[in-house]
């Protein structure tokens, strides 16, 4: 790999066709390229559904970091309990702060797992 990372926050937006009520997990494919700092939440500007770097937030997952593949860093996140939404959200936010390795971050899928509820 070559290259630098941009600077600054970084985001990735999921829109929902119809809201949803729930997320009961998650999975970030990185590449090579990761980050271990990050958080989700409605809205860049918003308090965070779950924060990655913050251990009380870890506390309530199950995670798993697969790196089997050397092209590949899959980060797969259960909650213990799922994050119910008091309004049904539109959108989603993946906020990473900043990546792990010196090429940035690069994400080749991200799913989210819930209900519409």
Known sequence: ???RPIPGV???AIQFERPVGSISSLIIDF???YATDFFL?????SVPLFDNAKEADRSRVTSN??????QHRIVTITFTEPIV????ADEIVLVIRK???QWGSSIWR???FGSFD
Do not use: R, Y
């Not at 970091?65 to 050397?70: G, L």
């Not at 939404?85 to 049904?88: E, G, H, L």
């Open 99 to 101: 990546p792990a390795t």
């Open 10 to 12: 970084h985001h990735v």
């Open 85 to 88: 939404f008091k309004v049904p």
């Open 65 to 70: 970091v697969d790196t089997a593949s050397k």
């Open 31 to 33: 590449e090579t390229a």
């Open 110 to 112: 991200f799913a989210l």
């Open 1 to 3: 790999m070559s290259g």
């Open 41 to 45: 939440a409605l809205s860049v500007d």
